[in-house]
């Protein structure tokens, strides 16, 4: 054999080698690939989460009576002919801009807001269904007629956030805690391991090709059983993603700061970069931009555009939250309305807007019903609304004082009524009518006021610096320079000479404006420092906590606890209230509880209220006023017993 002979058959041998170790290669990375698979398959089947479907029946009798309050709309699908919209209220649906009927969250519905919308053809229904997401009752499926409710046992699974339906007939599901999930009719679980445990705000594209949005992570690309991830050190404008839009092999990821592009996996660009992009929809060429602030924002999604050149600019909306296509045309869901959006950016049609309501505003913070029987309703962050007997507003009050409202007390004379706000005591006459706006340069120990009751010789006020006494003599105020247990004082309760003040480091009591005694986890019964709400019962006091429930307090400084109220339960602040017959206590997610004076028992009540976070409460007429992050309502306190 000659040299070159030898070296041909040398080549050779080693190309029939370099294949066999390729093939080799592939055959084991095809090996790999089929075991991550399959170990991921059987991890996700071990972690399946058990879950009911559970039938949602009309309610056969109603209890209470709604104040209505504006609709405020987070979704939109179109479903069998009718346009539907969600919100933290319930589910709406239209038919040429009319409303013809609406599903209370609460009454008709799970007592949670509904945050998003999606028609699909699940495995288990055999029918499209209108799927809705809830902020923390899983998910509901409706198929225009009646709902079924697909709850997990998991409390965190049932906290969805963002929902993706699957051509094969099965669903993705975004949640705050347990990251992706997948339901295909029969099992519900993780979808992979690596995308369990995260907040998902947002998903796009499909189970081989998935984009997952995060809180803090930025964005993920879920492809071919890999996972890369994408932040600002990959070009993404901010590691919050607030909203996806995928098309082919080409991405959209909106962030507060502007909107990240990527072509098939790899980043390629900042577009308007700025803009608070909280929803988006590619339509055509054009990628549609749904803004707080600054409208919707067109895009042109040619490859000649530069990256920051704005198509068209739509700013008579704001505060849209989805935008969207059908028919070859583009719609945007603000909190107030659906808007048609006009060609080239001339602007909007509105479409559908929120219904005219008797309250300002769903978050309620206090409650009061005056001697002439006009109801007092203070909100979160939009002022109050002040109600006549029959139910009929009579004024709302909003300003830089009266905005922030924390408790609302009528005087002993009847002839005025004290707002706590979170700036400044503000006092109005008997007919509504701010008069006066007591602050810290008048002498209050801090401007935010938390709590306020009535005193033999005046009131005294709560704040986050102590507490301020007001009374003929003018303010003076007590901290815990001269002993009070915390200075953040929450609630306020008295009963004769004396007075108890609940803060977040336990319980003081005063005598005559002085600190006598104080009570902490440390030297007493006490299940928790945080005190939310103190309303007295007959020598006793019934005491709430942020987080440890009610307990009873006794004449010789003893707690008592109880087998449903004590625990881990989270009384909202001030929402306690007492009567002839019964204590109220609101809680952060537990509804109402319930105590009955004659049996010394309590009970909880959840269905019907419009959500479980009960946060005011009043009484009056022998009716009970229930205040919530989600509306008012109002009972016969007779109905309210187990």
């Known amino acids: 054999m000659t040299f070159r002979h030898m070296n041909r058959w040398l080549i050779g041998a080693l190309a029939v080698l370099a294949i066999l170790a390729l093939g080799g290669l592939i055959w084991i990375h095809e090996r790999a690939v089929k075991a991550l698979e399959s170990s991921a398959q059987e991890l996700s089947q071990t972690q399946d989460l058990h879950y009911e479907v559970l039938e949602m029946k009309d309610p056969t009798s109603d209890r209470f009576d709604w104040f209505s309050t504006p609709a405020v709309f987070s979704g939109a699908a179109e479903f069998q002919g009718r346009l539907y919209l969600c919100g933290p209220e319930g589910l709406y649906a ?10 209370r969250t609460g009454r008709e519905l799970p007592p949670s807001p509904l945050v998003r919308l999606a028609v699909a053809a699940l495995a288990d229904a055999g029918q499209p269904e209108l799927v809705i997401a809830t902020a923390d009752e899983g998910l509901l499926a409706f198929n225009g007629t009646s709902f079924r409710q697909i709850r997990p046992d998991d409390s965190d699974a049932r906290q969805t956030t963002s929902i993706l339906p699957l051509a094969s007939g099965r669903l993705l ?174 602007g909007s049609e509105s479409l559908v807007k929120s219904e005219n309501a008797l309250l300002s505003d769903d978050n309620i913070s206090a409650l009061s019903v005056d001697a002439s029987g006009r109801v007092w309703v203070g909100f979160f962050d939009r002022g109050m609304d002040i109600l006549d007997p029959s139910g009929a507003r009579i004024r709302h009050v909003e ?73 003929n003599d003018g303010a003076r105020s007590l901290y815990s320079f001269q002993g009070l247990v915390n200075n953040h004082v929450y609630s306020l309760g008295t009963a004769g000479t004396h ?82 017959q019964h204590v109220f206590a609101g809680t952060l997610d537990q509804g109402l509880l319930v105590y009955d004076r004659s049996t010394s028992r309590w009970s909880r009540v959840a269905r019907g209220l419009p959500s479980e976070n009960v946060t005011a409460l009043a009484a009056a007429n022998g009716y009970i006023y229930i205040g919530t992050d989600h509306g008012l309502v109002r009972a016969r306190e007779q109905d309210l017993q187990p």
């Open 173 to 346: 599901i975004g949640t705050s805690k347990k990251g992706v999930l997948i339901y295909d009719g029969r099992r519900l679980g993780p979808f992979h391991p690596a995308l369990a445990n995260m907040h998902v705000t947002e998903l796009a594209g499909d189970e081989s090709d998935l984009w997952i949005g995060t809180m803090d992570r930025g964005v993920l690309h879920w492809h071919g059983g890999m996972v890369d991830e994408f932040n600002e050190a990959q070009g993404l404008p901010d590691p919050q993603v607030l909203s996806l839009a995928a098309d082919n092999d080409r991405a959209f990821v909106g962030t507060p700061l502007g909107i990240a592009e990527f072509q098939q996996g790899r980043f390629e660009r900042v577009l308007a970069r700025g803009a608070f992009a909280q929803t988006l929809c590619i339509s055509g060429t054009s990628l549609f931009v749904g803004t707080l602030d600054q409208g919707v924002i067109q895009l042109p999604l040619t490859s000649g555009a530069f990256p920051g050149v704005l198509a068209h600019a739509t700013t008579d909306v704001d505060r849209v939250v989805q935008v969207f296509a059908s028919g070859g045309e583009v719609y945007a869901l603000t909190r107030e309305g659906l808007h048609a959006l006009k060609g080239h950016g001339v």
């Open 399 to 471: 300003d830089d004082h009266t905005f922030c409202v924390n408790r609302i007390v009528p005087l002993s004379d009847h002839r005025a009524t004290a707002v706590a706000t979170a700036d400044g005591l503000v006092l109005f006459d008997e007919d509504g009518t701010e008069r006066q706006v007591l602050m810290h340069s008048d002498g209050l120990v801090s401007d935010h006021v938390t709590d306020i009751v009535l005193t033999s010789s005046g009131m005294a006020l709560a704040t986050p610096a102590g507490i301020t006494f007001l009374d």
């Open 94 to 103: 239209y038919e040429g801009g009319r409303l013809v009927k609406q599903f």
């Open 499 to 580: 007075l108890l003040a609940g803060t977040l480091g336990g319980i003081s009591v005063l005598d005559r404006e002085q600190v006598v005694s104080n009570y902490t986890v440390a030297n007493s019964e006490l299940g928790r420092n945080w005190i939310s709400a103190i309303v007295p019962l007959g020598s006793e006091w019934m005491v709430g906590t942020y987080g440890g429930g009610v307990m009873r307090l006794d004449e010789d400084g003893h707690f008592h606890s109880y087998e449903i109220a004590t625990g881990n339960v989270a009384i909202s602040p001030n929402a306690m209230l007492v009567t002839d």
